[in-house]
């Protein structure tokens, strides 16, 4: 089959309708809520607390080595908490709406509240630690621009997209096992 045909196919396919639940908040859902807000309010907390002291060209992006390769104005800094308030706003309301995301498992009547649950808890946590992570780099950024720091630490990035992977991965095997 050509990749025309494939593409064809793919989107000619129908998908059967899911059931619409309404479930309330876990406690821990709630909570991670919480965290992930803190985070953002932390964010902008340094970001008070360091403004005077920073200078008016900051480092806005981060190469490969964890060393600065662009620069920018110092108003830049605010990027990383509006992406992360926005992230915070649109999985808060994507969350109301578990019967729309697409899931490992097929969705039946019996299973798609459990599914509906371990895929709303699977945004929670991603979101708190997207949010925790923009919170660390801001905090970064700040140590270089101030020249506490030569550059962000590479080793913890790549622990955090270990985490990541964790998550992604603790998700489905709960999926798979509550099919």
């Not at 060393?67 to 605010?78: H, Q, S, T």
């Not at 097929?106 to 925790?132: C, D, G, P």
Request: net charge positive; proline share 5%; aromatic share 16%.
């Amino acid at each position: 089959m050509d990749l025309n045909g494939y593409l064809t196919t793919m989107t000619k396919r129908s998908r059967k309708s899911q059931p619409i639940l309404s479930i309330p908040r876990s406690p821990v859902e709630l909570a991670l809520e919480v965290v992930a807000a803190v985070g953002i309010l932390w964010g902008c907390w340094i970001i008070f607390q360091s403004w005077d002291a920073l200078p008016q060209r900051i480092p806005i992006h981060f190469g490969f080595s964890g060393r600065p390769d662009a620069w920018g104005d110092k108003v830049a800094i605010w990027i990383l908490p509006a992406v992360a308030a926005f992230f915070e706003v649109m999985w808060a309301v994507l969350g109301n709406y578990p019967h729309t995301f697409n899931y490992p498992v097929a969705i039946t009547e019996e299973n798609a509240r459990v599914q509906y649950q371990l895929a709303r808890s699977l945004l929670a946590w991603l979101k708190v630690e997207m949010i925790w992570l923009f919170v660390w780099i801001l905090w970064q950024q700040i140590q270089v621009s101030l020249g506490k720091e030569e550059m962000v630490s590479v080793g913890f990035v790549l622990s955090i997209i270990m985490v990541f992977l964790g998550t992604f991965g603790v998700y489905f095997k709960r999926a798979f096992l509550a099919r």
